[in-house]
């Protein structure tokens, strides 16, 4: 049924206080990425959609730019890897950007929150929901083609979300 992955029912589930967080994000996942190779999730947070991800497809990438999210995806995964889905998560600091289509050479530039960890960072320095950045800190960029290229992923068979609400 629509929401079971290993026999659990994720969407009882609350995240960030709020029941059914995101609920139509995961029938999405459920409905587009079997059948793809890979899964890639720009923004991945503190990694609820990137795990969710990881029980469908083969293998999973997450890019994390927000230092306190991208810790605490690392953690989770850390905690989480004897896991078979846990096996399939590949993790990348930093964020997508400028830089090189050929090599994983990064560019560094600066990113913005009201808070970090907060689902929150990016470019501006206003973001919508969450107010006026207050914290700032530099984070090494990469472009999509670098990524797949680093990672052996064609992107023809990969499924990629890209989280752009403070952008």
Not at 3 to 28: A, H, Q, Y
Not at 47 to 76: H, M, N, R, W
Not at 131 to 156: C, D, I
Request: glycine share 12%; aromatic share 12%; with cysteine.
């Amino acid at each position: 049924t629509h929401g079971e992955i290993g026999g659990g029912n994720f969407f009882k589930s609350e995240l960030d206080g709020k029941p059914r967080w995101e609920f139509s994000t995961f029938l999405v996942y459920l409905t587009f990425i079997p059948g793809h190779e890979s899964y890639i999730d720009f923004g991945s947070w503190i990694g609820p959609t990137l795990f969710y991800a990881a029980q469908i497809a083969k293998k999973s990438y997450g890019i994390e730019a927000d230092p306190v999210a991208s810790a605490s995806v690392s953690a989770t995964l850390v905690l989480n890897g004897d896991e078979s889905w846990g096996k399939s998560v590949t993790l990348q600091p930093g964020g997508v950007g400028p830089g090189s289509n050929d090599a994983l050479t990064p560019v560094e530039v600066s990113m913005k929150s009201a808070k970090a960890g907060n689902s929150c960072s990016g470019m501006g320095d206003w973001v919508e929901n969450c107010g006026r950045a207050g914290v700032h800190w530099k984070v090494n960029t990469y472009t999509l083609p670098a990524l797949l290229k680093h990672w052996n992923v064609a992107a023809s068979d990969a499924f990629i979300k890209v989280d752009t609400e403070a952008f």
